[in-house]
């Protein structure tokens, strides 16, 4: 089955195709036939694609919103230019998987979308304005360029999480809220989490219910989670994605009487602090430089600059102090993995995060964490109590599976 995956954001979207079918599965030899994106939707958008066999396009396009980007991308899909042969016209797109952010305590697991599914994504809104709109025009333009027959899926980033325990998602706020707005936390990044703890399950040949981990998830957007017996016990995301760690531009943490305080300081309505705390803040409000790891470690390196190693020391530390955190979430924990652009690429970061966890048994082997790139692989040292791996993240893999899994009435485990 040709499984279409897309993940659609406000000004950008991230598609793949994927041949996987319940046989692929099982034995992990599904298929990526393209990947690309596209980028600065609403004016001259840039799209880049990479094929299987490594070829890689960069094409321009005046792409108007996420309808007019779909359709540029169904019509490339089936041309002569995307150089494959499998998808010539669009009934050779069996089936389409959507990511979408928010599926609230409606949605526990991904599932097949119909009217009822798109009116509850609709009444999660609330909870994500700024994503879920976008999901719902993506599900729904897809709808009008192939037609009602194709069958499409939401995969939702806070399902994972859905496991997690009254006493972890429950705020310390007056009950009533919960009850009237289901003010509580949900956690995100669910679809990557799980990925990550599904692979490591394979690599060491262990049951979901032996699955006993901390993932740490590090991208622009960051999160860590519990794991334990193969399900989430709790997250450092909450309410919205805002929550926990230090990010990009996102503060993570903080207390929440600093609101009103900036607000009135600095004569800010609350929701002009809320954007400054989502999109001014994390490694870009305290370098004053850049939401970007790479670069704030090339200028570390080259001017020592005071602030930006700040950023990189405040989010390190936050990071070590949520393992902690969690290590005691889950009642200790089998192993630390770390996935996502930072969590995959940066040893110098795994490093500062691992530095001062030899207390619960983490010792990272220099050389292994140097050398790791691209695949699986252990980084500690051999025999240490708390071994610590690093495991590429693949979402949209899952939600590939997820998507034949809904479509053929399978249940679907990770
Ligand atoms: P998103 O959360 O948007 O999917 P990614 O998971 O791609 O983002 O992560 C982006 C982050 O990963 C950026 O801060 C980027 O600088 C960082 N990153 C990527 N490669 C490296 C590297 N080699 N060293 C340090 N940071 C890196």
Request: with cysteine; charged share 25%; aromatic share 6%.
């Amino acid at each position: 089955m040709n499984v279409l995956v897309l993940n659609a954001g406000s000004s950008s979207l991230k598609f793949q195709v994927i041949a996987t079918d319940p046989e692929r599965i099982r034995q992990d030899t599904d298929e990526r036939l393209c990947r690309g994106a596209m980028e600065r939707i609403g004016g001259e958008a840039i799209v880049t694609v990479e094929t299987r066999n490594g070829h890689r396009q960069k094409l321009t396009a005046p792409i108007k919103d996420i309808s007019a980007g779909l359709d540029y991308l169904l019509r490339w899909l089936v041309s002569e230019q995307s150089g494959f042969d499998e998808i010539r016209n669009l009934g050779d797109i069996q089936a389409v998987g959507h990511r979408v952010v928010h599926g609230g305590e409606v949605f526990q697991e991904s599932v097949l979308i119909d009217e009822k599914v798109l009116a509850g994504i609709e009444e999660c809104i609330d909870l994500a304005p700024l994503h879920n709109p976008v999901n719902l025009r993506g599900i729904k333009a897809v709808r009008d360029l192939i037609g009602r027959d194709t069958p499409q899926v939401a995969v939702f980033d806070t399902a994972f999480h859905t496991t997690i325990p009254e006493q972890a998602y429950l705020y310390a706020v007056p009950y009533h809220l919960y009850r009237r707005h289901k003010i509580r936390r949900y956690g995100f990044h669910g679809t990557s989490h799980r990925y990550v703890a599904y692979r490591y399950r394979r690599l060491k040949d262990i049951e979901r219910e032996q699955t006993n981990v901390v993932t740490m998830h590090l991208g622009n957007g960051c999160s860590c989670t519990a794991i334990r017996g193969g399900k989430s016990v709790d997250t450092s995301m909450g309410m919205t994605p805002l929550e926990g760690l230090v990010m990009g531009t996102r503060s993570g943490d903080l207390d929440p009487a600093i609101l009103s305080l900036i607000a009135v300081k600095e004569g800010m309505s609350l929701d002009g602090v809320e954007t400054m705390l989502l999109t001014q803040s994390g490694l870009l409000g305290i370098s004053g430089l850049t939401n970007d790891m790479r670069v704030l470690q090339e200028e570390l390196k080259e001017h020592d600059d005071r602030r930006v190693r700040l950023a990189i020391e405040i989010f390190s530390y936050r990071a070590r102090k949520y393992i902690g955190a969690m290590l005691a979430a889950t009642g200790g924990s089998d192993a630390i993995i770390f996935t996502g652009g930072i969590g995959e690429n940066s040893p110098d970061i795994r490093a500062r995060i691992c530095r001062g966890l030899e207390w619960a048994g983490v010792e990272l082997d220099a050389e292994r964490n140097a050398q790791t790139r691209g695949t699986p692989a252990e980084i500690g040292v051999a025999g240490a109590k708390l071994p610590v791996w690093v495991i590429p993240t693949d979402e949209e893999l899952l939600i590939a599976r997820d998507t034949v899994r809904c479509v053929m009435g399978l249940p679907h485990p990770a």
